[in-house]
């Protein structure tokens, strides 16, 4: 519906992705204090917690919603070259320049989720469900890795939130979204709506999540 300033709300971001974003972010929040204040049962936790988020994103990014669909916004560098350039329209979603971050955001967070299943504390007391599996040395430069990486994710990160304040000084207000799930486009835009993924689909893909997350875990015994 169009108001007198000539916007209207359409639908941008669906329910499971801003589940997942903010419990994501909260849980990254979460890893980091817990590993500093050595609460490692609770970083474990929350490790696990992340690989079932992030199994969760990416059946999502095949099943989801179309904002969601990797295939909807993973560009080639032709389409970022224009899109820096001013020479193409973002449309909805995220552009080809944030889906970079996306991916990279995705990544990495995959990436340092992995090396935590191999990873072991000093004392060997807590030990990712993996860590068994592979050798004390191949463990110990793992877990450097892991602590490592944690440096790149924080770079991405502070990244992410300054393209998030840059399009924000720029007017082009990102977080509410996140929010609410809707976003204002030019009543005479001919932008489609986002299309939703099916709540069974959801379920489908959070149960396969689950069921992964629950056999890495076994595997610590
Ligand atoms: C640990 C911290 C964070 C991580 C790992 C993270 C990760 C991500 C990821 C992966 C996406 C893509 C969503 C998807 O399609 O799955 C995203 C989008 C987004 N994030 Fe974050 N995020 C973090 C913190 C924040 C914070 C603190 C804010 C706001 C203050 C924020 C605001 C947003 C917004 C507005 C988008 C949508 C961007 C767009 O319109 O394309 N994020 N974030």
């Avoid at 504390?121 to 890795?145: H, Q, R, V, W, Y």
Wanted: some cysteine.
């Amino acid at each position: 519906m169009s108001d007198v300033s000539g916007t209207r709300l359409v639908r941008v971001w669906d329910l499971p992705i801003r589940l997942f974003h903010w419990t994501l972010a909260g849980l990254i929040g979460f890893s980091w204090y817990s590993a500093e204040e050595q609460m490692l049962d609770w970083h474990l936790r929350s490790g696990m917690a992340i690989l079932f988020l992030l199994i969760f994103r990416i059946l999502w990014g095949f099943f989801g919603s179309s904002t969601a669909r990797f295939s909807q916004f993973v560009k080639g560098p032709a389409a970022v070259l224009a899109y820096v350039k001013g020479k193409a329209a973002s449309g909805l979603g995220h552009n080809p320049l944030g889906a970079l971050s996306v991916i990279g955001l995705l990544g990495v967070t995959a990436l340092q989720t992995a090396l935590g299943l191999f990873a072991e504390d000093n004392d060997g007391l807590m030990a990712g469900p993996l860590s068994l599996k592979i050798s004390p040395d191949l463990a110990g430069t793992l877990t450097e890795l892991h602590e490592a990486l944690f440096n790149v994710l924080l770079a991405l990160i502070v990244l992410h939130l300054a393209a998030i304040i840059y399009y924000a000084i720029r007017g082009k207000l990102l977080v509410g979204p996140m929010i609410t799930g809707k976003t204002k486009v030019e009543s005479t835009a001919d932008t489609h709506e986002m299309q939703p993924g099916k709540a069974w689909v959801a379920l489908v893909c959070a149960a396969i999540a689950a069921a992964l997350t629950g056999f890495v875990w076994s595997m610590g015994g």
